[in-house]
């Protein structure tokens, strides 16, 4: 057979395509059990998250020399302390190599042999003749082949996907320890007793309380904060707006007119003093609206106090009006601040009274419940 038949038979689409097929479905199938597995083991039959509950005891100091002894308690997620399958094929490689070793050799020789005799004269001369023949043949052939089909498959864990490590550290955040319960003790965490067991409570319910008023006082002054940001940025809408004003007014002189320039001028000083009456309010609209609600009076309006300036389209300052476009929006944004610092006022003062009785018991001026 010649050498280039030998290659005739083989399906070399077979030979390179069928290994990246069964790599392509081992990635399928490495990609589902990692599906099966974080459905399986993190989340239960009703496709809530199962978490684990740990639980532990913390110790901590109070101001008057006793100790709480807190149970504490946190729930995590599981798929957040086991590790995740995620092995994926990364690499195939598909050595084939054929190698084919043809020789053939071929060999005759025939052994006979047979003699001839005889003689002739010619002329006056005999002549004598004997011969002989001989043959030899032989034949000799031999061939070598030989194949060799190699598939290297390399796999290995990616790790945690990032989709799910995100989802993961949104849990994570959320994740805080619950005090189940606390227990009072003294200095050296044994029992307390009588008086004084009733002297703690009273002080750690007091401690309770003073936590749950700075809660919502921090609430409170985030709120007040977002509203007297919202009066700052109603400020700059407006000053923007008789900015374009200006412009607008500017852009129609002649710069080169004596008349023109000279009034270009005035609309620019006139502007000027309105640019700093708002200025006053973008920096003091914290003080203003303290001051506003401190008179406990509620202005139908834009308060008379804050001295806003317009700007008008002749080019002149005027009082601040309800004809301005920001004027509704920045009167009902002083009335929200005005409402929610009267209500950062209370809480401070409820705030303040609560430390001050937290403060008598400590030194012992409330006589305590039998």
Known sequence: MAIAEQFAGLQMDQLIGAPLRAAADASTQLANSTADFINNVGFDEKGNIRNVIFGYQQRSVNEDGTSNLDEMKVHVPLLAIVPIPNLQVDEVNILFDMEVKQSEKSESAMDMGASLSGSARIGFIKVNVTGSVSAHQANTRSSDNSAKYHVDVRATNHGTPEGLARVLDMMA??????????????????????????????????????????????????????????????????????????????????????????????????????????????????????????????????????????????????????????????????????????????????????????????????????
């Open 173 to 370: 955040a959320n994740v805080s320890p619950m005090l189940v319960g606390s227990t009072l003790k003294d200095g050296n965490g044994q029992e307390l007793s009588g008086q004084a067991k009733m002297k703690a409570e009273k002080q750690k319910a007091l401690r309770q309380e003073i936590s749950q008023i700075e809660n919502r006082l921090r609430a409170a002054r985030e709120n007040l904060d977002s509203s007297i940001q919202q009066i700052r940025r109603l400020a700059s809408v407006q000053l923007n707006t008789y900015q374009g004003s200006l412009t607008k007014l500017i852009g129609g002189l002649d710069q080169d007119n004596e008349e023109d320039s000279a009034k270009a001028a005035l609309y620019t000083n006139n502007m000027e003093t309105v640019n700093q009456s708002w200025g006053v309010l973008k920096n003091q609209a914290q003080e203003m609206i303290r001051l506003l609600s401190d008179t406990g009076e509620q202005e139908e309006g834009v308060s008379g106090m804050f001295a806003l300036k317009a700007f008008n389209s002749e080019g002149e300052a005027g009082e601040y009006g309800e004809s301005e476009n920001c004027y509704t929006a920045l009167a009902k944004a002083q009335k929200a601040a005005v409402t929610l610092q009267a209500n950062v006022d209370s809480i401070e003062k409820e705030l303040f009274d609560k430390k001050a009785e937290y403060n008598d018991v400590i030194a012992g001026k409330i006589k305590q419940e039998q």
